[in-house]
Structure formats: C-alpha cells, structure tokens
C-alpha cells in the first residue's frame, strides 16, 4: 500500500524540478536574459555579455541548488546559503569590472527572476496547483542573492572611495612634508647664504605648487561626480611647443628615463592651455612611472584632418590584464583587483580619470590601446573650435 506523500515532499519535489529546470536550461535561460537586457545588442554589448555569462551561469547554479531550503540537512541548506551568497558577489564584482552600475545590476537579477519563472511555467507537466510553493522559493533565493549583490557593490564602492581619500591623504602629507622639513631647515640656521634660501624658498615653492595640484583634482573629481563636467577657456595654443615644454620638464626629474618627442606639421588649435597641459602631464606621468626599466616613453603629437592626435606609449613593466578600458575607471579597476586578490593595490588611475575628462571637456576623446606589449594612450583633439 503507497503511503500519500506529506505537504513537505511535494515542496521538496517541486522545488527540486525547478532545480533541475534551471540547471538544464541555464543557457537559454541567460539567451533570454541577454535579448531582453540588452534590445539594442552593440559590440561593446556584446562584449559584456560573454565578460558576465560565467557568473550569471553560476549564480543560476547556486538558485538551483538554494531551492529546496528547509527541507535540506542542516549543513546542505547552510553550504547553499553559502553558495548562493558568494556567486552573487562574484556577479557584483563582474558588473563593477565591466563598468555596469548598480541599477543595472538590479535588473541583471530581476530579469533573471522573470525568464526563469517564465520558462519554468511554460514548460510542460508543471502544475499550476503546486506551483506556488516553488515560486515562493525562487522569488526568496533572489531576494537573498540580489541583497547580498548590492551590499557587495556598495562595500566595494565604499572601499573604493576610502582608498581614493587614504592616497589623497598620502599626497598631502608627502608634500607637506617637504615644506615642514625646509621650514625646519631655515629655523635651525638664521645664517644662510642668499644661495642656500634661494634653494629651500624655490623647494618650498614645489611644495605649495604640489599640494595646490592635489586640492584642485579633488575639486575636479568633485564636479565630475556631481554632474558638471570640467570647464575649459579654449585659447589659440600650439600643441608642439606645449608638449616640448612638458618633455623638458619630465627629463630635468627623470634624468635616467628615455622619453622622445615627435612632433611634425602644423600643430595649432583652441584649447584650455592649463587643462590639456594638466591632461598631457598626466599621462606622460603614468608613462614614465609605469615603463619597463630601460625603455623609452615616446611622445607624438601629430595633425589630421580636423583633429590633433597626441599619443603616449610605454613598453609596460606589467602588462594590462583585460580591457584597458578600466584604465580610466578607478571603481572598475579596483573591483577587478578585489576580483584577482594581488595584494595590496597601488593606485586607481585617479589622474588618468581626470585627463580623460578633460579630453571630453574638449571634444575629444582618449583610450588606451595594448600595443605590442605596451600600452598607448591616444587622445584626439578637434582642433577647429573657436577659441
């Protein structure tokens, strides 16, 4: 004689064929998620897609096997809570690194939500009596993933935003302290030579001219997150002589590094002088600090129709790992540190955040290319604004 099965069996049942539903059908199941979340599919697109599509295949693992819940062993449904929790962080980190927000990562979860129960209640032999339990489950298991997703998001941010005020920090007290040190040096000896004050006056001067620099990306950063953008006072300015004053300068700090400048054809334009000198620096800062020991950093300033093209490569002492995109994205770059777990991360790229924005200021635009086992930052210029 068959015994009827209890309430709790066929919850167990029911919640396991949707298990299985979605273990079997993960593919399609994210074919669907990707039409509907991306309508209008572009390469860039695209490209996130197969970047996200092993994360969201294991976040769908770990619903699969969240579902039965209760009704598992103790120690089952804990390692399931587990499981479920890490892929769902794992998926926030990949959002982050494929520059995705977190509204973004919320419909990332909510679509998955809906093409699973969708496809589930589509398929056959599933009952409408029985059905409830089960959807209760899965709607519980995204909640959960979805939760632990943003909270993960939202530390990574915060992490984020603390290194960035940690490296501020480092760089004031950096150059403030070079000004405390002079002004040490001239308390202890009132009997200086004019030759001597001439040199502690001209080092002080870096000093405040360092600590100024850092106060105004701060300010800069500022109105970039708040929406306004960087102004520019585009002026008559020939590009050439900018970029041969700034080679001068990095030469004269950096005596042992190789940095060669070419520079041909008519190279004048509208730009914000300060702003596109501030921009260049920075990314021939990054260049020389980053170069392979040896190596040269070559600088190139060049005419095209209606636009100037001026380029930094460096032959890279650690080759980009991924898209050079994350280069100019502090958030991504350090989500995909978090993601490789390398130590302690050096820096977020602050600086060539902001010269990419100062690009834009103008028209423009920046990238970075992995080119032969360097890296070339190449910013093109409109150069027929009117100043």
Same mark, same amino acid.
């Given at each position: 004689?068959?015994h ?10 029911q919640?396991?064929?949707l ?8 593919d399609a199941?994210?074919?669907r ?7 209008e599919?572009t390469?860039?697109?695209r490209?996130i ?22 009704e598992?062993?103790?120690d089952q449904f ?7 929790n890490?892929s769902?962080?794992?998926?926030a ?10 509204a ?6 909510q679509s ?14 599933v009952s409408?009596l029985?059905?409830?339990?089960a959807?209760?489950?899965?709607n ?6 979805l939760s ?10 915060d ?5 960035f ?5 480092h760089?004031f ?6 000004? +405390?040190?002079? !002004? $040490?040096i001239m308390? /202890?000896?009132?009997s200086?030579? *004019?030759? @001597?004050l ?10 405040v001219d ?9 300010h ?7 929406g306004q ?13 900018l970029?041969?004053?700034?080679v001068? +300068?990095?030469? !004269? $700090?950096?005596?042992d /590094?190789?940095?060669?400048?070419? *520079?041909? @054809?008519?190279?004048?334009?509208a730009?914000?002088?300060?702003r596109?000198?501030?921009?260049f620096?920075?990314?021939?800062a990054y ?12 600088v ?7 636009s100037?093209?001026?380029?930094v ?5 650690r080759?980009i !790992? ?10 991504r ?9 390398k130590?302690?991360?050096?820096e ?5 955040y ?6 834009n ?6 990238n970075?290319?992995?080119d032969?086992?360097?890296?070339r ?8 604004a009117?100043?």
């Open positions: 004689m068959r009827p099965k209890s309430a709790a069996d066929f919850l167990q049942n919640c396991l064929a298990g299985a539903f979605i273990r079997e059908n993960a199941i994210i074919l998620w990707a039409v509907e979340s991306f309508a599919p390469q860039a697109s490209s897609q197969e970047r996200l599509h092993a994360e969201v295949k294991a976040l769908l693992d770990a619903v699969a096997g969240y579902l039965p819940g209760s598992m062993r103790q804990a390692l399931g809570a587990v499981s479920l890490i769902a962080e794992r998926c980190v990949s959002h982050l690194t494929n520059g995705l927000t977190e973004q990562l919320v419909l990332t979860f998955l939500r809906k093409v699973v129960l969708q496809l589930w209640m589509e398929s056959p032999g409408d029985h059905m409830l339990e959807i209760m489950r899965a519980q298991a995204f909640d959960n993933a632990a997703a943003v909270d993960h998001y939202s530390h990574i941010k992490r984020c935003h603390g290194l005020l940690k490296t501020l920090a760089d007290r950096n150059h403030l302290g070079g000004l +405390e040190l002079a !002004a $040490r308390q /202890q000896n009132t200086h030579p *004019a030759g @001597g001439h040199k502690i006056a001209s080092s002080m001067s870096r000093s360092n600590v100024m620099r850092v106060a105004a990306d701060i800069d950063v500022g109105n970039v997150r708040e953008g960087i102004s520019v006072k585009p002026v008559k300015l020939d590009g050439a002589a970029c041969r004053k700034l001068e +300068e990095f030469l !004269a $700090r950096n005596p /590094q190789t940095i060669v400048l070419e *520079a041909s @054809g008519p190279l004048t334009g730009f914000d002088e300060p596109l000198t501030q921009a620096s920075n990314l021939i260049a020389v600090r980053y170069s392979a020991k040896g190596n040269p950093v070559t190139r300033l060049q005419a095209e129709p209606g100037l093209v001026f380029s490569r460096y032959l890279s002492e080759p !790992a991924g898209e050079t995109e994350a280069m100019f994205a502090p958030m770059r350090y989500a995909a540190h978090v993601l490789t777990k130590g302690p991360i050096s977020l790229g602050m600086h060539l902001l010269a990419r924005e100062i690009i200021a103008h028209e423009g635009e920046l970075a290319i992995a032969q086992g360097g890296i930052f190449e910013a093109r210029l409109p150069h027929g009117n100043p």
